[in-house]
């Protein structure tokens, strides 16, 4: 198992300010809970690892991969695992799924969040009235 280190909080702002222009395409519709009404946060360290978006209501992790993921799969491979064994969903797109469909992008997120249990479910919804 895993054992997570302490945050690194300056390296992640460092990560948020150098963006790539797939990151701030996605952001422009995660921000300000957009997406379902859920909030994500920008390139958020989880353990040793730094999540593009994290959506921490949720437990969702959105990746965004580029040219440098093309040539390190297996480590990408071994990354998601131990973040999916920590509890998180992992969905990854390339930065060209972002580019070329931001919509369908969009709406593969929001298909996984609707799919998903809520995380405090209503007691008016759920019959316990």
């Not at 957009?34 to 946060?41: A, E, H, I, R």
């Not at 958020?44 to 921490?56: E, I, N, T």
């Not at 991969?65 to 093309?70: N, Y």
Request: one cysteine or more; glycine letters at 4%.
């Amino acid at each position: 198992m895993v054992t997570f280190k302490q945050r690194d909080t300056n390296r992640a702002q460092s990560l948020r300010n150098e963006a790539t222009p797939a990151e701030r395409e996605l952001w422009k519709f995660l921000n300000k809970r957009q997406v379902s009404g859920y909030k994500f946060s920008r390139q958020m360290p989880v353990g040793p690892y730094f999540a593009d978006f994290l959506c921490r209501e949720l437990n969702v992790i959105v990746e965004i991969d580029g040219f440098s993921h093309d040539v390190q799969q297996s480590y990408d491979a071994r990354r998601t695992k131990a973040l999916e064994d920590h509890g998180y969903r992992v969905i990854r797109f390339t930065n060209r799924d972002v580019m070329e469909n931001i919509e369908g992008v969009v709406q593969q997120i929001e298909t996984l969040i609707s799919d998903m249990p809520t995380p405090s479910p209503s007691r008016k919804r759920e019959g316990d009235c």
